[in-house]
C-alpha cells in the first residue's frame, strides 16, 4: 500500500488550488467586485462526487463558473490524501477565498453531507 502524504504535502496543493480558484473567480466575474469565492467538493460512502464553484457578489447574489481541468486534478489528488477510517476521513471540503487573498478550508466528516437537495441551487 502506498505511503499516504502528511499535512505538509497537502497544504501546498490546497495552496495551489486557492491560486487557481483566484483565476477563475476573475475569469467569471470580469471587472465586478467580489465578496468571496468559494469550491464545494463532497462524497459519499460510495466515493461517488459532486462539486460547485461559486462566487459572492457584495450584493448578495451568486455567480457560477465551470471548474477547471486543473482544479479538478488538484483535488483529486487533495482527495487521495484522505484518511481512509473513520472519524478522520471527510466527505466534504470547501475552500473559500477572499479578495484580499485570505483562504479558508474546511473539512466536513458527515458521510450524509453529499445528500444536500438544495447543493446546486443558486440565484444567478
Same mark, same amino acid.
Given at each position: @500500500?502506498?505511503?499516504?502524504?502528511? /499535512? ?15 483565476? /477563475?473567480?476573475?475569469?467569471?466575474? =470580469? ?31 451568486? @455567480?457560477? =463558473? ?26 466534504? @471540503? ?31
Amino acid at each position: @500500500m502506498p505511503k499516504k502524504p502528511n /499535512l505538509e504535502e497537502l497544504n501546498p496543493l490546497l495552496q495551489h488550488v486557492a491560486v487557481e480558484i483566484l483565476s /477563475l473567480t476573475l475569469a467569471t466575474v =470580469g471587472k465586478k467586485k467580489w465578496k468571496a469565492a468559494y469550491l464545494d467538493e463532497r462524497s459519499g460512502e460510495d466515493e461517488s462526487r459532486i462539486a460547485k464553484f461559486r462566487v459572492e457578489l457584495p450584493n448578495g447574489n451568486l @455567480m457560477s =463558473g465551470d471548474i477547471t481541468r486543473e482544479i479538478n486534478k488538484l483535488v483529486r489528488t487533495i482527495w487521495a490524501m484522505r484518511p481512509e477510517q473513520r472519524p478522520e476521513k471527510w466527505y466534504g @471540503m470547501k475552500l473559500t477565498l477572499q479578495p484580499d487573498g485570505q483562504c479558508k478550508t474546511e473539512f466536513n466528516y458527515d458521510p450524509e453531507y453529499i445528500n444536500d437537495p438544495t447543493f446546486f441551487d443558486f440565484d444567478e
